[in-house]
Structures are given as C-alpha cells and as structure tokens.
C-alpha cells in the first residue's frame, strides 16, 4: 500500500530532511509528558543502564511504516542509531545518531514501542538530539498508548511497523559499466526504498534531497531473478512527483536479452557481488 504523505507532509519534503527526520518519521518524534502511569516509555527508567542486548528480541527484523519505506532493527542497531540500552519489560530503548547525521551528530535518544501483536507494534521516539545517554535515559517525556493509531506522540499518532521480508538482492555489488552499487532493505544506493515486491521484482524509490538531476524525484525500478547472486537492473520510470505516479507507469522493460537491450533503449546494467 503507498503512501504520499507523513502527517499529510509530502514525501518529496519528508525525505529532504535525510537521517534526524527519516529517523522521527520511523519512530514518530514525540515531544509530550502524558500522566498515564501504563504507558509505554513512561518516565520509570531505572532499567535503561542494563544494556540487555536481547531485550529488542521481539522486533528484530525488517518492517514496513504505514508511512512509507522500511524500519531494520537488530540487538544492536535501529536503522542507523546504535542501541545502547535497553528494557524488554518496559519497551524502551536508549539509541546513539551515527557520526555522519547531519542534523545531531552523535545524539541520543529514547525510543518506545508497544507489545508486538499480528505481527506489527507501534513506536514513538519521546525524546532526541539529547547532549548524553544519561540524559536520554532521564527524560521525563512520555507516550500514550491509548490510541495510537490517532494520537499520543507529541501530538500525532505513534508509527506502526509491519513485519515485512528483507530485499531479496540485499548486499554490495559491482556493475558492468565499473560503479559499486549497495542495496538494503532501507536504500538502493543513496534512494530512499519507499516500497518493494520481492515475487514481482519492483521497486519504487526517492532520490535523496541533494541528487544532482532529480532531488526527491521518485523511480522505479525492476530487477531480474538471481542466479549464482547476479541480477540484472532497470530504472523503467524516473524523476516522477510521487510514489503513486511511480507505481502507475506503463512503462516497463524486456528481459529476454538484458544483457543487450530492453531497457530504454539500452541493455540492462548486470549487478555482480563483490
């Protein structure tokens, strides 16, 4: 199912803001003190030093944003944050930026979720861009979990995460023509994965903010069954205004001969693992 918008926010604009607010958009940002003693991440953080690398057991995985694109969490790592610490009872986890964001470097945060159910939960980061752990660990920002699907995060709804199946091509490979492409279930090289389909072999992508030919343009892109890892690749539409236009193309591309044509003209680019 695609989506256009973040809070009735463009996509185009959601993902210029590259990894602080790809990072609230996945976690839902919240910024609210909410009394509910049941709530999940509420100010009771006497757990979080634990450091219980086991504790996100229970979300480790790929899963699906009912905003669009896709959320990897492992015992470690929360897309690109480290997990610090964590309470698998209380559903919190205190996370580190990576050196390379550009909003807060090296920040912390203190991301909730809710008990997973069916196979999705819902999370909501109370509090970020923090000068230390401690802080994180400390702040007396909450969640309500009452509702949501409507509300409860700093004045929005919470983010609800699907569990989904990783890309099939996932990995780092070298091209025919002599690049270095890499592919995660989270970005094709530096495109935003905002949706794909393993049985079909499609995705629908978004240029990064700063592309030099079409900034936040969105793709997509078809990709040929895998033997012996190598695949074949082709950009069928690209620099289109939304997800849903991307989706919609009648354009398509032949593989009967990838390695000569039916891609635009041009012969399909062969992905090859390093």
Do not use: H
């Not at 793709?219 to 690749?233: D, I, N, R």
Request: glycine share 8%; charged share 20%; hydrophobic share 40%.
């Amino acid at each position: 199912m695609l989506q256009l918008s973040w809070r009735e926010v463009p996509v185009a604009l959601f993902r210029n803001f590259t990894f602080l607010f790809a990072t609230c958009a996945l976690a839902a940002c919240g910024t609210t003190t909410a009394s509910n003693a049941g709530d999940a991440g509420s100010s009771d953080t006497s757990s979080d030093a634990s450091g219980d690398t086991t504790a996100s057991a229970g979300i480790i995985g790929v899963w699906a944003s009912n905003f669009g694109g896709y959320s990897e969490i492992t015992a470690s790592q929360w897309d690109e944050m480290a997990i610090l610490s964590q309470d698998a009872g209380k559903r919190f986890a205190i996370t580190q930026n990576p050196a390379t964001d550009k909003y807060s470097p090296l920040k912390f945060n203190k991301i909730v979720w809710t008990a997973p159910k069916d196979g999705a939960f819902y999370t909501c980061m109370v509090d970020y861009g923090l000068a230390s752990a401690e802080l994180a660990s400390a702040t007396t920002k909450t969640a309500d979990d009452s509702a949501p699907d409507k509300s409860g995060c700093g004045g929005f709804s919470w983010t609800k995460l699907t569990s989904a199946v990783a890309i099939e091509i996932a990995g780092t490979y070298k091209d025919d023509f002599g690049g270095k492409s890499v592919i995660t279930s989270r970005f094709w090289d530096t495109a935003w994965l905002f949706q794909y389909d393993n049985a079909k072999r499609v995705a629908i992508t978004q240029n990064a903010a700063d592309d030099k030919y079409n900034p936040s343009k969105f793709s997509k892109v078809v990709w040929t069954a895998p033997v012996a890892g190598s695949f074949y690749t082709c950009t069928v539409d690209y620099g289109l205004d939304s997800a849903e236009l991307a989706a919609a193309t009648t354009k398509t591309a032949d593989d009967s001969a990838p390695d000569k044509s039916g891609c635009g003209g041009f012969s399909w680019t062969k992905l090859t693992p390093q």
